[in-house]
Every structure is written in structure tokens, then in C-alpha cells.
């Protein structure tokens, strides 16, 4: 069995590009794996939050991953700032790090726009995801393939430990799914869909309303050539909704292609818009019945317990490698 690891800011709802590149691994890692999944809260404080707002998306996120289909008896589910072994090890992984390959971080260099006065934590969340994913002894690490560079930074920094102290970490593969790896935004397909974008309708998130998701297809930004191509390169906007299509009906790009063949955008959007909802509304109605049951506490709790018990025997292993403490 291999331990599998991954976890989801509560820097507000989980869309689609969330779902499909993330979420949708996790459920179904879950039947044959050791399956550790965390809301990872402290890295959402890499950037200002209101805590009444972070508290209920903390909540929502661990509703939604239930919701979703992940189910407690199989996978460890809890909420990352419950376990102190993170902050703990990622001091320590700190120190055996470079600022060199910190600066080389997509993610660091578009959230601070090079400002000097960017939270240091924004440049050390890398540090941050490489302790939550050691300190679960991981093996696979379900992503967005957005995080390939964080999966990177983490196998070289575990490597490094290793060559120095002996072996210490097990060396982390991260999972991409192909369909859905990459999701873009609605109004710019030329960047990732995101939680924190200003517009509403650059994303679509679980919670929507039929009304907002239907919006926001239909104002998805797409070409003036009226073919139902996928062409990444010169239709980015089409090629997105057809990677959205195919994700979540199953069917292959070819055969939509070939559906919607003489067909302009309009029909296409339509469909698209009932396929969402049909997948996205059994979700809803799972995240209506569990959000504000007591239930919901007590998974995050029982989740807190089982994953400290691992993470106490890492820090131990680790402060022992490093002759820290007693
Ligand atoms: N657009 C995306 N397509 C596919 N996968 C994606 N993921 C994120 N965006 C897409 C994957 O979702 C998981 C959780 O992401 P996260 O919450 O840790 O933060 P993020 O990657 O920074 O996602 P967001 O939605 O863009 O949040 P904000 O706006 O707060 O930065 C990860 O596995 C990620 O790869």
C-alpha cells in the first residue's frame, strides 16, 4: 500500500480546475492507498485573509471533500494548523534549503509581482508543502500540474537531507491526471483558473448556482472562427471548454469534436452547461447535508489525532537525525 498525500487552501470555494485536477485523484486514490488529506490552512495565511471568512472556508473545504465522495473510514482528513509537526518541520527543512531556488518559483514571482513587501511566508510556502508531504513518510502526491515545480523543490530538499544525515525522507512522485491537470480561466485561457481572481465568472466552483455556472459558460471567452476545435495553441478559450467537457462526461475530446462538427458555440456552450450541473449537483447536495453537522467536527478531530500520531514519530526521526533536542 502507498501513502498518498495532497491538500486544498480554504483560500476560498473549490472550482472545477480544483476538482478536476485535485479532488477527483483523491477519491480515487483512496480505495487502494493510505490516504492522508489535509486542508492546508497555514499556506492560505501566505496571503491576507479575514479570519471569520478563512474559519467558514475551512469548513467548506472539509464539507466539499466529503461531499465529494472521500470517506473518513478510508482516508485521514484534517485541518493542517491541528498539527504542529508541519510548522515544526518546515523550520527545520528551512535551514537546509537555498533562497537561490526559492526565487525561481512561478507561484512566488506572479503572487508578489516583485514587491518588497510580499509576506516572507509567500516565499517560503514551498518550504511549508515540502513538510506537510514528508511528514507523512509520502509516496504520491495527487496535484494540479500547476505544483509540479513544489513537488520538484520538495524531492531535491528530501535528497539533499538524505545525502547529508543518512536516509531520512522518502523520496515523494507527484500524480497528474491528464484530463483535467490544467484547467484555465474562463475570461483568460491563457492562465490557470484560480480561487482568489477577482471575476466571478473566470471560474466556476462547486457551490454555484445553475444560474452562475450557465453565466458564466456562456461568457466564456472562445474565438471568432465558430469550429469546435481543441488547438491549445490558437484557440485556447475552446480548447479549455472542450478539456472541461471531457473531464467531467467521460467522452473523449475526438468524439466531442466530431459531435459538434457544423455546430457553432452556442449549442456547444448549452451542453456543456447541463453537463457541469449534472456532475456538479449531487455535490451540492452532499456539501447541503454535511456542512453544519456536528459529524463534520468530529472527522476533522479524529483526522487531527491519527495524522499528529504520524507526524510525531517523523519529528522524532528527524530531530534525532539532526541532534536537536533531547
Ligand atoms: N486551474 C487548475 N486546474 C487544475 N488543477 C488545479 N489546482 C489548482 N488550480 C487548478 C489544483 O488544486 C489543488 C489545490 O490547490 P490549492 O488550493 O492548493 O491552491 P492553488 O493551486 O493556488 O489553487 P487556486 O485555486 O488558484 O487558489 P488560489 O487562488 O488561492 O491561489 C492543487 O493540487 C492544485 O494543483
Known amino acids: 500500500m502507498k501513502r498518498v498525500f495532497s491538500g486544498v487552501q480554504p483560500t476560498g470555494n473549490i472550482h472545477i480546475g480544483n476538482y478536476l485536477g485535485a479532488l477527483k485523484q ?49 482516508s ?22 537555498y533562497t537561490g531556488e526559492l526565487s525561481r518559483m512561478t507561484q512566488f514571482k506572479q503572487k508578489s509581482k516583485g514587491s518588497e513587501s510580499a509576506p516572507t511566508g509567500l516565499f517560503t510556502y514551498p518550504i511549508l508543502m515540502a513538510a506537510d508531504i514528508l511528514l507523512y513518510d509520502t509516496d504520491v502526491v495527487p496535484v494540479g500540474n500547476d505544483q509540479k515545480q513544489h513537488i520538484e523543490i520538495t524531492r531535491d530538499i528530501a535528497e ?32 490557470k483558473m484560480s480561487k482568489s481572481a477577482e471575476n466571478i465568472h473566470s471560474r466556476i466552483s462547486l457551490l454555484d448556482d445553475s444560474n452562475k455556472i450557465k453565466k458564466s459558460i456562456m ?27 471531457s473531464a467531467f462526461s467521460g467522452i473523449s ?3 466531442i469534436e466530431k459531435k459538434y462538427e457544423g455546430i457553432g458555440y452556442g449549442e456547444f456552450k448549452k451542453d456543456l452547461v447541463s453537463v457541469v450541473n449534472d456532475s456538479i449537483s449531487p455535490i451540492q447536495k452532499n456539501f ?37 533536542g533531547l
Open 76 to 97: 485521514i482528513i484534517f485541518v493542517q494548523s491541528d498539527v504542529p509537526g508541519h510548522a515544526e518541520l518546515s523550520w527545520i527543512l528551512m535551514c537546509n534549503s
Open 219 to 245: 461568457k466564456a471567452t472562445t474565438d471568432s472562427d465558430g469550429i469546435v476545435r481543441f488547438d491549445i495553441e490558437n484557440k485556447p478559450g475552446i480548447s479549455n471548454l472542450l478539456n472541461i467537457y
Open 160 to 191: 539533499r537531507i538524505n545525502n547529508k544525515y543518512g536516509k531520512t525522507f522518502i523520496i515523494p512522485d507527484g500524480r497528474f491526471l491528464k484530463a483535467g491537470a490544467r484547467i484555465m480561466s474562463l475570461d483568460d485561457p491563457t492562465s
Open 253 to 255: 475530446i475526438n468524439d
Open 288 to 324: 447541503n447535508e454535511i456542512r453544519n453537522s456536528k459529524e463534520l467536527l468530529d472527522i476533522l478531530r479524529d483526522g487531527a489525532e491519527r495524522a499528529n500520531a504520524i507526524s510525531e514519530k517523523t519529528i522524532k526521526r528527524v530531530k534525532d537525525k539532526f541532534g536537536l
Open 26 to 74: 483523491f477519491v480515487e486514490l483512496q480505495d487502494s492507498n493510505e490516504c492522508i488529506y489535509c486542508i492546508v490552512d497555514m499556506h492560505s495565511i501566505t496571503v491576507p485573509q479575514d479570519p471569520k471568512i478563512l474559519r467558514k472556508n475551512i469548513l467548506d473545504v472539509a464539507a466539499l471533500y466529503l461531499a465529494v465522495g472521500l470517506d473518513p473510514k478510508k
